[in-house]
């Protein structure tokens, strides 16, 4: 039997990929889309400025664009400086253990637009990414976040390398070699999450994931059996010691991952760890119109991985916030909301946001809910004017897979990112082609330049 380099690498080759499941096609259109919203706003961040000045621009009609300047890069580059504002807000969606859209789709969108493929084909190879993520995730028992690897810089690079060389149609044996040399490529610290290395995670794997296919496609080489050696990929990054490789059939495309696990989108532009906790303070202020004045003490409990990832208890800007449960809580007593608005550094630094966030404590739980670095319910409570105030237990924050946001949010949400930088007009009208993504004929037909 196979190994799991090559039974990914045999499903990667497929083409075209048969039968597909609805919902993971629906998956796939929605991270997508919404991946492209955040990364027009994301485009005006520090970290995408910076990037886009290391690149040189392109002048071979294979090139793909800067999103939304349309300036025209090497794919390879457009991936790397689009993947890195996708991420620069965190405000990208999440799935399993990472951010799969804020990889897989600037990987996508910059191979598929220079090599001119089909949308079908863009969400087909997104699927694909997916899938071998997710199985690679099922593999290892442990969390990556636990080990100080960051899953979307890790899993994302091998899945973005099998979805560009499905794009670029490779055989089975050069996909091999893409997924081979992407599994090389890996890396990212959760250390450095809330500084511009976080987002740079996400440009890095798209790009590695553009250039292993690319070398594939050259001839160039890497083992056959990367990922399952002793000394291959999943041992190395595996937190357990013990991922699951036994020899066996992974059954790729016959069983499908996506549909169950899907993309939980952001409806906060901070850490994903941070949002079940938000909907429950968020709650509170509400339905009992908390002020801060009124506050004594706010008690959050999370998950201690969840935690982990969270680690700035005293932010003193923006991107330090993004990381902080404490910030979270008094945002949502403070402005009553936790949006982009509120994710500046004159923000964090209000009094009263900083009198707020000294209220807040928080403790945590080892429980977690099975293959996930979350806790199964994330638990707020208020002490307000001598009475004592408990959320109901959240388990699933608003937006996610299990609590979808419609299409009609999804572009409100769209909407919102991208007239930062598009006409109102524009922004409606990429939305609408983008979460129409399977009849889209060409990727070069996608208005993706702020100026149209």
């Known amino acids: 039997m196979e190994g799991l380099t090559r039974q990914t690498a045999a499903f990667a080759a497929r083409h075209p990929l048969e039968n597909v499941p609805d919902g993971a096609l629906e998956a796939a259109r929605i991270g997508i889309a919404d991946c492209v919203g955040v990364m027009i706003a994301g485009s005006m961040e ?47 969606d999440v799935a399993m253990d990472g951010h799969t859209s804020t990889v897989l789709a600037p990987a996508i969108l910059a191979e598929g637009w220079s090599r001119g493929v089909s949308g079908r084909d863009a969400l087909h190879a997104y699927v694909i990414g997916y899938e071998i993520w997710a199985l690679m995730k099922a593999l290892e028992p442990g969390q990556l976040h636990d080990r100080g690897f960051h899953p979307t810089a890790a899993w994302g690079t091998v899945a973005a390398a099998a979805a560009c060389a499905h794009l670029a149609k ?36 798209a790009q590695a994931g553009v250039l292993a296919a690319r070398l594939a496609e050259e001839g160039f080489t890497a083992s056959p059996d990367a990922l399952e050696h002793a000394a291959g990929f999943m041992r190395a990054h595996s937190p357990s010691g013990e991922p699951d490789l036994n020899a066996k ?17 952001k409806r906060y532009p901070l850490c994903y760890s941070t949002h079940r906790s938000i909907d429950a303070m968020l709650d509170l202020v509400e339905r009992h119109d908390l002020r801060p004045d009124d506050v004594e003490e706010i008690r959050v409990r999370i998950g201690s991985t969840q935690a982990r990832m969270l680690r700035n208890a ?121 979460l129409d993504l399977e009849h889209i004929g060409n990727l070069r037909e996608l208005r993706l330049v702020a100026s149209s």
Not at 173 to 185: F, K, P, Q
Not at 191 to 202: E, I, Q, R, V, Y
Not at 249 to 265: I, K, M, N
Not at 331 to 343: K, M, N, W, Y
């Open 46 to 92: 520090p970290p995408a400025i910076i990037a886009a000045k290391m690149v040189e621009t392109s002048t071979g009609n294979t090139g793909a664009p800067q999103i939304p300047s349309g300036r025209n890069l090497a794919p390879q580059d457009a991936a790397f400086v689009n993947g890195i504002a996708a991420h620069a807000l965190d405000y990208d």
């Open 249 to 265: 059939d992974h059954a790729l495309g016959s069983v499908w991952r996506t549909p169950d696990t899907g993309v939980d989108v």
């Open 170 to 205: 490779l055989d089975a044996d050069e996909t091999a070699n893409a997924i081979a040399i992407g599994a090389s490529l890996a890396g990212g610290l959760v250390a450095n999450f809330g500084t511009m290395t976080k987002p740079l995670h996400a440009g890095r794997a």
């Open 314 to 434: 005293r932010p003193k800007t923006g991107l330090e916030a993004k990381f902080s449960i404490e910030f979270a809580m008094a945002s949502a007593l403070v402005a009553r909301r936790v949006g982009l608005s509120e994710l500046t550094d004159e923000f964090v630094r209000r009094p009263e946001v900083m009198a707020a966030i000294e209220k807040v404590s928080c403790t945590t739980t080892d429980e977690l809910i099975p293959g996930t670095p979350f806790a199964p319910h994330d638990v707020v409570t208020v002490v307000a004017k001598g009475r004592t105030i408990e959320a109901e237990p959240v388990s699933a924050a608003k937006g996610s897979w299990t609590r979808r946001m419609s299409d009609t949010e999804l572009r409100e949400k769209f909407t919102d990112c991208a007239t930062r930088v598009m006409s109102a007009d524009a922004a409606a009208a990429l939305a609408e082609a983008l």
